[in-house]
């Protein structure tokens, strides 16, 4: 079952980026998840079935909604 997530929710990924930074904003929902990182401002799309995998917990409005 796909995760439950919106344009605009920031994921904690078990990988940190290249920069250190493990939290990402989502800009692009679909086939295809667009990914901000919070540290360095670097954009990346991901395959949906690759981001689902990556994902530690999802947090909206600053609060923790869960995690995968």
């Not at 989502?26 to 086939?31: D, K, L, S």
């Amino acid at each position: 079952m796909p995760l439950d997530i919106q344009i605009g929710d920031i994921v904690h990924t078990r990988k940190p980026h290249a920069c250190g930074g493990d939290r990402w904003r989502i800009y692009r929902v679909g086939a295809d998840i667009g990914l901000r990182c919070l540290n360095c401002d670097r954009r990346v799309m991901l395959p949906r079935r690759k981001f689902e995998r990556a994902v530690k917990s999802i947090l909206r409005g600053g609060n923790e909604a869960g995690g995968a």
